[in-house]
Nanobody, 125 residues
């Protein structure tokens, strides 16, 4: 079965850190651009970060630059989102995504082929 399975969400205090993981099964990540999205209550889903299939290009939303880091481990077929200095406005359901890349240097999702199920991140004191 082709799927992405996420883990690592939870409740954290402002200023804290979390690492989200997203394990792929049924397909390899080598040829896929990967990304993380989030959706807060009452808001549209937005892109947080993307990594090109080459692994050389990244994109971050302005709101998370300098605080979040996207990465992947091809041996483990897993992608990660390290989130530091978390703020209450980072509270959302976070989704990982994979897009079979036509341009290996493009850190963007042209059309998502696979979505994770979502994991809740709550930043609150």
């Amino acid at each position: 079965q082709l799927q992405l399975v996420e883990s690592g969400g939870g409740l954290v205090q402002p200023g804290g850190s979390l690492r989200l993981s997203c394990s792929a099964s049924g397909f390899g990540l080598s040829y896929y651009a990967i990304g993380w999205f989030r959706q807060a209550p009452g808001k549209e889903r937005e892109v947080v970060s993307c990594l090109s299939s080459s692994g050389r290009s990244t994109h971050y939303a302005d709101s998370v630059k300098g605080r979040f880091t996207i990465s992947r481990d091809l041996a483990e077929n897993t992608i990660y989102l390290q989130m530091n200095s978390l703020k209450p406005e980072d509270t959302a359901v976070y989704y990982c995504a994979a897009d079979l890349a036509s341009d290996p240097e493009l850190a963007a999702m042209a059309e998502v082929d696979y979505w994770g199920q979502g994991t809740q991140v709550t930043v609150s004191s």
